[in-house]
């Protein structure tokens, strides 16, 4: 009965299986199999067109089945309709030599039926996609025009159960002292960036830090697709939504941030900044409210330099020396994290930004900041391993200020510091 399913409800030209999926030529098919499922005997009730949209969905993707249910399984990449490559947690990208495709339209209908299960669409006028799977995995899919042949699809798969600080610890990314200091800077209220290269962990970490947010208070979370995790009940997670047609209005990450905060948020949280919704995010940091985000830069200091040359492509008529005294009392907190060659992760660097300071560089951007903890690389073992340590540098320019916290112990690191 799944077969008869899976071959009509795919049965639609390339550009017809542009349309969304409330559409009567993808409805109608669906309906038709609902009759047929009733009238069986062995049927209790028909399936949806969810349901029928997860069994084609299945189908499609049954050469990287294994994978996808793998719990080791990070990243899937599919080149085609023949090179697939997976990636355990901790190694490299390996091929599976079996898993594969029969023809170049077998991936396109894999490609089509991932829009088709999030009601989006994707075409040769459209040949780009970035989605959420039902089980939570993040995708992106390109087809033809943009890739030949056949489809590029890539699967970035997220653990059921979000790692802690102390899980970290355990993993190597970071030390005892290094969970003590973001613990802290969580419990002060700081507006915090994180940054680094895709795939280096700054959701895995920044999903670790909302633990830290005492579960009174509200927060917003903001994302292209969900991967935030926070454990408050006054937690709301919002969404981007792209338009799927021109009568559509698409949701952009600006529309979200604005709408945040009329939420009554004590925290604003961003997936990842990457646009003109930079603006809106340093605003809304500047605001009153405690906030969090994550960008893509090689250190802690481009992270600053990345973040202002985000709020200048916003447009606004504003001079640049503005922006950077913006983003400097904006962001309190810089942490980078790095995928080393060996594919292990690391927290490389925690600063504080303290300010501007132009008389330091006439060629760097000035901004002033204060490395509280860093990652020291000494070399790589036989087995090329990366061997470090990490070193507690500097305390906080507000480290008397942490007396005020109740219940709050004192870092044996920081004692006597700062008076």
């Given amino acids: 009965m799944n077969d008869l399913i899976i071959n009509e409800a795919t049965e639609l030209t390339w550009e017809e299986d542009c349309l969304p999926i409330e559409t009567p030529e993808i409805e109608a098919p669906l309906q038709e199999q609902s009759a047929a499922v009733k009238a069986e005997p062995t049927a209790d009730t028909p399936p949806t067109i969810e349901q029928i949209n997860e069994i084609v969905l299945e189908s499609s993707l049954s050469p990287i089945a294994g994978w996808m249910s793998d719990p080791e399984i990070t990243d899937i990449l599919v080149y085609g309709k023949e090179?697939?490559?997976?990636?355990?947690?901790?190694?490299?990208?390996?091929?599976?030599?079996?898993?594969?495709?029969?023809?170049?339209?077998d991936i396109l209908t894999a490609a089509k039926t991932i829009a088709r299960r999030m009601g989006r669409k994707i075409s040769n006028r459209d040949p780009i996609l970035d989605a959420r799977l039902p089980d939570k995995s993040r995708v992106n899919v390109i087809v033809e025009p943009?890739?030949?042949?056949?489809?590029?699809?890539?699967?970035?798969?997220?653990p059921e159960e979000h790692f802690t600080l102390d899980d970290l610890a355990r993993f190597g990314s970071i030390d005892s002292a290094g969970t003590t200091i973001l613990e802290?800077?969580?419990?002060?209220?700081?507006?915090?960036?994180?940054?680094?290269?895709?795939?280096?962990g700054k959701t895995t970490l920044l999903n670790s830090l909302c633990?830290?947010?005492?579960?009174?208070?509200?927060?917003?979370?903001?994302?292209?697709?969900?991967?935030?995790?926070?454990?408050?009940e006054l937690w709301a997670p919002l969404e981007t939504k792209h338009a799927v047609d021109n009568e559509d209005r698409e949701i952009s990450l600006r529309d979200l941030i604005r709408t945040s905060l009329r939420m009554n948020p004590r925290w604003v949280i961003?997936?990842?900044?990457?646009?003109?919704?930079?603006?809106?995010?340093?605003?809304?940091?500047?605001?009153?409210?405690y906030g969090a985000g994550t960008i893509h830069a090689n250190s802690a200091f481009d992270a600053l330099d990345a973040l202002e040359?985000?709020?200048?492509?916003?447009?606004?008529?504003?001079?640049?020396?503005?922006?950077?005294?913006?983003?400097?009392?904006?962001?309190?907190?810089?942490?980078?994290?790095?995928a080393l060659p060996d594919h292990s992760r690391v927290v490389s660097e925690i600063v504080e930004v303290e300010g501007l300071d132009y008389e330091r560089s006439p060629t760097l951007?000035?901004?002033?900041?204060?490395?509280?903890?860093?990652?020291?690389?000494?070399?790589?073992?036989?087995?090329?391993?990366?061997?470090?340590?990490?070193?507690?540098?500097?305390?906080?320019?507000?480290?008397n200020k942490l007396k005020r916290i109740p219940n709050f112990k004192m870092p044996d690191f920081w004692q006597n510091k700062g008076e």
């Fill in 309 to 338: 040359m985000l709020v200048l492509l916003s447009g606004l008529d504003v001079p640049p020396r503005a922006i950077k005294g913006l983003v400097s009392r904006t962001i309190h907190i810089v942490i980078h994290v790095n």
């Fill in 211 to 232: 633990g830290f947010i005492p579960p009174h208070e509200v927060v917003v979370t903001v994302e292209d697709a969900r991967e935030i995790c926070v454990p408050c």
């Fill in 270 to 289: 961003v997936g990842e900044v990457r646009g003109k919704e930079a603006f809106d995010l340093v605003r809304a940091f500047n605001t009153g409210h």
């Fill in 83 to 105: 090179r697939v490559y997976y990636r355990k947690r901790g190694s490299g990208f390996k091929r599976d030599f079996n898993a594969f495709w029969e023809t170049d339209a």
């Fill in 365 to 399: 951007p000035p901004y002033k900041t204060r490395t509280l903890y860093e990652y020291q690389f000494d070399r790589y073992d036989a087995n090329g391993k990366a061997v470090g340590k990490f070193v507690v540098k500097e305390p906080p320019s507000w480290v």
């Fill in 146 to 158: 943009c890739y030949h042949p056949g489809a590029f699809i890539a699967i970035r798969k997220f």
């Fill in 184 to 200: 802290t800077i969580m419990r002060y209220g700081q507006n915090i960036l994180i940054a680094g290269g895709t795939g280096s």
